[in-house]
């Protein structure tokens, strides 16, 4: 069986965006409304400048106390993230994810269209099994190289 690509798993294929000049209020109810876990930042042009997560607002405003309608989502987001073509796999991504410590890939065409975000709940556990052993190996080869 030929393996998924992140375009073909992911859940919502509208894309969910702010202003980088929005409140962080504002993208918490934009997210909650369209139950997303995360919204992508872009300027006037259409262009990704960041993304922002749950746990952005978790340990950025909500841990720090800080007041989300005063705080804008530029003052927060992660800047310039990593995002993957559609046509990556599912297990790649998962991957990257792991590797890096994120649940959010925002899927980017040859073009810079944003088609989507991957989430990792967007993964099957077949694949999240894959990509678990590929880390694996990729630790192993790494170690016997060191060795």
Same mark, same amino acid.
């Given at each position: +069986? &030929?393996? !998924? /690509?992140? @375009?073909?798993s992911i859940g919502q !294929?509208?894309?969910l965006t702010v202003k980088p000049d929005a409140s962080s209020y504002h %993208?918490?109810? $934009? +997210?909650t409304k369209a139950h997303c876990?995360? *919204? @992508? *930042?872009?300027d006037d042009g259409g262009a990704m400048l960041g993304i922002l997560t749950e746990r952005d607002l978790m340990t950025k405003i909500v841990a720090q106390r800080r007041d989300p309608e005063a705080t804008p989502v530029s003052a927060i987001m992660t800047h310039n993230p990593h995002? *993957? $073509?559609p046509q990556t796999t599912v297990s790649d991504a998962v991957l990257i994810m792991k590797r890096h410590n994120f649940r959010h890939l925002p899927v980017v #065409? #040859? &073009? #810079?269209?944003l088609l989507g975000v991957f989430s990792i709940r967007d993964a099957m556990p077949r694949e999240l099994a894959e990509a678990d /052993? +590929? %880390?694996e190996q990729i630790d192993q080869e790494f170690t016997n190289v060191l060795s």
């Amino acid at each position: +069986m &030929t393996e !998924r /690509t992140v @375009l073909q798993s992911i859940g919502q !294929r509208h894309v969910l965006t702010v202003k980088p000049d929005a409140s962080s209020y504002h %993208a918490a109810c $934009a +997210m909650t409304k369209a139950h997303c876990g995360s *919204i @992508l *930042i872009v300027d006037d042009g259409g262009a990704m400048l960041g993304i922002l997560t749950e746990r952005d607002l978790m340990t950025k405003i909500v841990a720090q106390r800080r007041d989300p309608e005063a705080t804008p989502v530029s003052a927060i987001m992660t800047h310039n993230p990593h995002f *993957i $073509a559609p046509q990556t796999t599912v297990s790649d991504a998962v991957l990257i994810m792991k590797r890096h410590n994120f649940r959010h890939l925002p899927v980017v #065409s #040859s &073009t #810079s269209q944003l088609l989507g975000v991957f989430s990792i709940r967007d993964a099957m556990p077949r694949e999240l099994a894959e990509a678990d /052993t +590929m %880390a694996e190996q990729i630790d192993q080869e790494f170690t016997n190289v060191l060795s």
